[in-house]
């Protein structure tokens, strides 16, 4: 089967999964029957797919890392940033010390570097799945803010782990100060090279267009590289792609607000990534589908060589670690509610004491998924001296069953967890939502008045352009008479509404301009500004066509 083929398929699988999700009548995460159709689909065909580790992580995460960093809520972002802080580093190194040794433990057949790559690579959260469990589970919007916030941070952390962990079972060696020493050298070069590769490309873009014009293709292929050269130029300097990936996100973020994009540009683009957002995910869990039954065979034989026979082993391995990471992820996160309460104690603040089963479910809610996937398919196949890398078949499935256990998990506690919980009340967009309509509907406002001066000013036929002013600011009130009957007042009427999409552009442009600006400043969520943002693209692309 050609390689055309076998990626037609897996978008042909992607697509069938998208309608099964919507058929059924309870709440299935998509990953789940993603992966339910890779394997069906193995199991019935000569469906196969051989990875390359390091084709496979450049592919897929990159983009997906960028478009994370690019969309994540920066108000909720920093307002949370200890929480989060600690649930994406701190928790991290707790999980992958504690899991690596009982993993170890576990499975002695594995040695202990393996069992520390596994455990870095099942570290890191998920939210896309907690996402599709929420579309019918009534998760505060902070507390999912939290798990956006924690997923884009400890990817890039536990992908930085399983580097040492691989680097460990590699040499056989391990140097703590060594690898702070890196963990430095990575981190600050990859978030580095990501802020400065993403402005030099922005600024660079919009020096062309000034002078050249956009073209709305070129800038979205643009956009579509950014992350794969900030991967890739990390990546040569020894730095964390990963890192660099999502800075490059982040700093794509903040370029955005500055609003030097066409608002066509903005909206196609907005499609385009959507679009690679959902295929990239589905493809990954139709491929892990796929790789199951040979992974299953593999572990199998792992399975023998620790001293079992029978491979039912492999379930007991899974709930084990399973349960090991909701049982480390409970500790973490009460110890934190406890340390936060004890902190506002002693500053006088006032917190609401949170129930345990909230504490539970942000325990499940910390699903596995694309990012563990992808990173633990980037397993060497081989050792440095040409010999099988150990364990690698077992790992693999173990993170593959990691991952669907705790999405059947999720996805079955969840409902349980929240009903009936006493949530404290969402704050409401709607005053925030208001204030920017106003503030923008004045920025709009000045700007006709403003331009309404400078052409009366500038030409003549002032009564005209008062008209068409006025039609605008009264939002396309019109007052139709006899004289727009006659060729001559349809000759009127067409200098008008020419002179009134002016008008609406630049009505546009300020009310565009003044969002960012309440976006930059934090008055807003980002959320908002893309609700407004949106809406305002979609009628400068009505007035501009």
Not at 141 to 148: A, N, Q, V
Not at 160 to 180: D, N, Q
Request: aromatic content about 8%.
């Amino acid at each position: 089967m050609t390689i055309i083929s076998l990626v037609l398929i897996m978008l042909l699988l992607v697509v069938v999964s998208g309608f099964v999700v919507r058929m059924l009548p309870w709440p299935i995460p998509l990953p789940l029957v993603q992966i339910t159709l890779g394997s069906v689909i193995a199991l019935f065909s000569d469906f196969n797919v051989v990875l390359d580790p390091e084709i496979f992580f450049l592919l897929f995460l990159p983009p997906l890392l960028f478009l994370d960093g690019w969309r994540i809520p920066k108000k909720g972002l920093f307002r949370d940033k200890g929480t989060i802080l600690e649930l994406s580093l701190g928790l991290v190194i707790f999980t992958v010390i504690g899991m690596g040794y009982f993993i170890h433990w576990l499975i002695p057949a594995m040695p202990l570097a393996v069992s520390f790559a596994l455990a870095a690579v099942v570290s890191p959260t998920d939210p896309v799945a907690v996402s599709a469990i929420a579309a019918k589970t009534p998760i505060p919007k902070r507390i999912m803010h939290i798990l956006e916030g924690e997923s884009l941070l400890n990817d890039a952390s536990g992908l930085v782990c399983l580097r040492f962990a691989v680097a460990a079972a590699l040499s056989g060696m391990f140097s703590i100060t060594s690898a702070v020493g890196t963990f430095l050298w990575l981190a600050i070069g990859g978030i580095a090279i990501g802020v400065l590769v993403t402005l030099g490309i922005a600024k660079a873009k919009s020096w062309l267009s000034l002078r050249l014009g956009e073209e709305t293709g070129t800038q979205i292929l643009i956009s579509l590289l950014i992350p794969f050269g900030a991967y890739l130029a990390a990546e040569h300097l020894h730095c964390s792609g990963i890192l660099a990936a999502v800075a490059a996100g982040i700093t794509m973020s903040y370029v955005e607000t500055s609003g030097k994009v066409n608002a066509v540009t903005r909206v196609r683009r907005n499609v385009v990534w959507d679009a690679i957002q959902f295929s990239a995910n589905g493809v990954i869990f139709v491929l892990l589908g796929q790789q199951l039954p040979d992974l299953a065979n593999g572990a199998a034989r792992i399975v023998i060589e620790s001293g079992h026979h029978q491979s039912w082993w492999l379930g007991i391995y899974i709930v084990a670690i399973t349960f090991g990471l909701a049982l480390l992820r409970f500790c973490w996160v009460w110890i934190s509610v406890r340390f936060t309460m004890l902190r506002a104690h002693y500053t006088g603040q006032s917190v609401q004491k949170t129930h345990w089963r909230m504490i539970a479910a942000m325990s499940v809610a910390g699903v596995r998924g694309a990012v563990t996937l992808a990173g633990v398919l980037t397993l060497p196949v081989v050792m440095l001296d040409g010999s099988p890398f150990p364990a690698r078949d077992l790992a693999i499935f173990m993170a593959a069953g990691v991952i669907i256990l705790s999405l059947v998990v999720a996805s079955i506690s969840l409902p349980r967890l929240m009903k009936g919980l006493n949530l404290p009340p969402e704050p409401s967009h709607e005053a925030e939502e208001d204030f920017a309509r106003q503030e923008s509907s004045k920025a709009a406002l000045q700007a006709i008045e403003q331009a309404q001066h400078h052409i009366n000013m500038s030409q003549g036929d002032e009564h005209i352009y008062a008209e068409a002013a006025a039609r605008v600011m009264g939002f396309y009130h019109h007052q139709m008479d006899d004289r727009h009957r006659t060729e001559e007042g349809k000759e009127y009427l067409r200098r008008i509404e020419d002179i009134e999409r002016h008008f609406h552009l630049v009505a546009l442009n300020a009310e565009r301009d003044e969002i960012f600006r309440l976006s930059r400043t934090r008055q807003i969520e980002d959320d908002v500004m893309r609700k407004f943002v949106r809406e305002i693209d979609l009628m400068e692309a009505r007035y501009s066509s």
